[in-house]
């Protein structure tokens, strides 16, 4: 059995790979049952999560432990490793590092919705959130949209977040103009393809910031108390979900349904669907679209297969 550090999931991850990978395999038949919670104190505080998924070739599950003490001890609160195995024997092949699978694998999802419903002449780009997640969005979104011309990169909970990462995408010669905004309604008015990145309780972004032809990206909330947009804006857009299980764990998926701003049949579409069509769904003139990612174990399966068909050779 192998074993991929951080370095070697970031290296053999790369967008360009990775993309593609994800649109094949979502419209391949597959498993995926429910994530597993299991508290492991009295307290509730420590968390294991389980996430497995199959398909014909492969089995594999992330394993992640959740423990917020682990703060007072100067440890990361969270730590992760993706077993990957054999569908045919179960023999083990792989042990991939789950960070980094789960930061690229969640961009790339993204990135990916964007292909298949954004605006194909997409100028501007807006990059909300600034953080592990945010960080990574750049270079995943130049592998399907490589005609952005300017990176708009904005945190309303870390200004200073946003400097840095827009001055690190110049340092680094960005294809992309990148600026830091503070102006969020501004910023969101100007792009074309927004991004949100955040952890975020009380939207960040606003339904009448949103002008007609705007696609979203929508990263961050994977719980039902979490949002990033009002409700109300899911109500004028067309909706996708990277898979059904946002309809109950994003907050505002389930808000909009709750409220009644948006019904199960308003969902046009999710992301397995979307890749099972031969070419990208057209867009309508003004249409603003909307594409909600929380998560799913077959990203993570085709992710850690990724990983491993790149492996070094014995």
Excluded at 117 to 146: F, K, M, Q, S
């Amino acid at each position: 059995m192998q074993y991929f550090d951080a370095a070697q999931t970031a290296d053999r991850l790369d967008y360009p790979v990775l993309i593609p990978a994800l649109r094949s395999g979502m419209a391949a038949e597959a498993s995926v049952p429910p994530r597993q919670h299991y508290s492991l104190d009295p307290d509730g505080e420590a968390t294991l999560l389980v996430m497995p998924a199959w398909n014909r070739e492969f089995l594999g599950v992330k394993l992640v432990d959740v423990f917020p003490g682990n703060a007072r001890h100067g440890l990361p609160a969270l730590s992760s490793v993706y077993v990957l195995a054999d569908g045919t024997t179960g023999q083990h092949l792989a042990l991939v590092d789950g960070g980094e699978l789960t930061r690229r694998r969640t961009v790339a999802t993204a990135a990916l919705g964007t292909s298949l419903l954004a605006p194909e002449d997409a100028r501007v780009h807006l990059i909300v959130g600034t953080g592990h997640i945010g960080g990574a969005v750049y270079d995943a979104y130049r592998a399907v949209r490589p005609g952005i011309a300017t990176t708009l990169v904005a945190d309303p909970h870390n200004p200073a977040g946003a400097e840095a990462l827009a001055e690190r995408l110049t340092r680094r010669g960005a294809d992309a103009v990148a600026v830091a905004v503070e102006d969020l309604p501004s910023a969101v008015g100007r792009a074309d393809i927004v991004t949100t990145a955040t952890l975020a309780r009380e939207p960040v972004l606003r339904d009448e910031w949103i002008t007609p032809g705007t696609h979203l990206d929508l990263i961050g909330s994977f719980r039902p108390e979490m949002h990033e947009v009002e409700p109300s804006l899911l109500g004028r857009a067309t909706v996708f979900v990277d898979n059904d299980v946002a309809r109950t764990e994003a907050g505002e998926i389930a808000t909009a349904l709750a409220r009644r701003v948006l019904t199960e049949g308003d969902i046009a579409a999710t992301l397995p669907e979307l890749c099972a069509r031969p070419a990208p769904r057209p867009r309508t003139d003004g249409e603003i679209t909307v594409f909600k990612t929380v998560g799913t174990g077959l990203t993570d399966l085709i992710a850690a297969v990724t990983v491993f068909a790149g492996r070094d050779p014995a």
